[in-house]
């Protein structure tokens, strides 16, 4: 059974730094790909950023030079790198993962910004 698990969520200073990972587990195949979501309260779940398994990968503009994304395939596990972080990333960011043509969702990690 493929498990996707999200860790490094936390409360921040606004211009503080954090690190994400995410874990996959279960599969013998590797994601095709895997991004960051991030949901706050009466919103929809937006795209962060993704990494393809061939290294390709894409930033929602408004993390775009502040945040990085990438991936070690050997464990598959993905990270996401949030520097100079603004209260409005505050969010539940969640993993997902694409294999073998099913989507894989991780339960989240809160990111909290605030003095």
């Known amino acids: 059974q493929v498990k996707l698990v999200e860790s490094g969520g936390g409360l921040v200073q606004p211009g503080g730094s954090l690190r994400l990972s995410c874990a996959a587990s279960?599969?013998?195949?590797?994601?095709?790909?895997m991004d960051w979501y991030r949901q706050t309260p009466g919103n929809q779940r937006e795209m962060v950023a993704f990494?393809?398994?061939?290294?390709?990968?894409n930033y929602a503009s408004s993390v775009k030079g502040r945040f990085t994304v990438s991936r070690d395939n050997v464990i598959n596990t993905m990270y996401l790198q949030m520097d100079d972080l603004k209260p409005e990333d505050t969010a539940a960011y969640y993993c997902?993962?694409?294999?073998?043509?099913?989507?894989?969702w991780g339960l989240g990690t809160q990111v909290t910004v605030s003095s």
């Open positions: 997902h993962a694409l294999i073998a043509g099913h989507d894989y």
């Open positions: 279960g599969s013998s195949v590797s994601p095709s790909v």
């Open positions: 990494v393809t398994e061939g290294g390709m990968k």
